[in-house]
C-alpha cells in the first residue's frame, strides 16, 4: 500500500512541477539563456528516471544536486577541512558548468 501512496504522490509532484515551471528572467530580458537554463526540466526528467533526457537538457545538474547534497553534509557533519573541500567542489563544478554552456552557445 505504501509503494501505490508512494507512486501515486510522485506522478502528482511531476504534474505539479511540470505546470508550475519558474520562467529564467534573464532570457526574459535578453533571449538569450542563461547557464542555469533547463535545470527545472532536467530535473523533472531526473525525477521521473530518465537519465539519458536528464542529461541532454541539462548536463549540470546531477553534479550541481550533489554539489547541493555536499554541502549539506559538510555543513552537518563537522568536518575538519569542510572549506578547502567546499571550495574545491564549487570550482569544479562551476567549471563543469560553464564548459557545459558554453557548449551548448556555440555548438548547439
Do not use: E
Not at 508512494?6 to 512541477?17: A, E, G, K, Q, R
Not at 531526473?46 to 550533489?66: A, E, M, N, V
Amino acid at each position: 500500500m505504501f509503494i501505490i501512496f508512494t507512486f501515486c504522490s510522485l506522478i502528482n509532484l511531476v504534474d505539479w512541477l511540470q505546470n508550475h515551471l519558474i520562467p529564467c528572467p534573464f532570457k526574459a530580458l535578453t533571449g538569450i539563456d542563461c547557464p542555469g537554463c533547463g535545470f527545472q526540466r532536467s530535473f523533472i526528467a531526473l525525477i521521473q528516471g530518465d537519465l539519458s533526457k536528464s542529461w541532454s537538457l541539462y548536463p549540470p545538474t546531477i553534479p550541481l544536486l550533489f554539489l547541493f547534497i555536499s554541502a549539506g553534509l559538510l555543513y552537518k557533519l563537522q568536518v575538519k577541512q569542510r572549506s578547502f573541500i567546499f571550495r574545491i567542489l564549487v570550482i569544479v563544478i562551476g567549471n563543469f558548468v560553464m564548459i557545459s554552456y558554453l557548449h551548448k552557445m556555440f555548438f548547439s
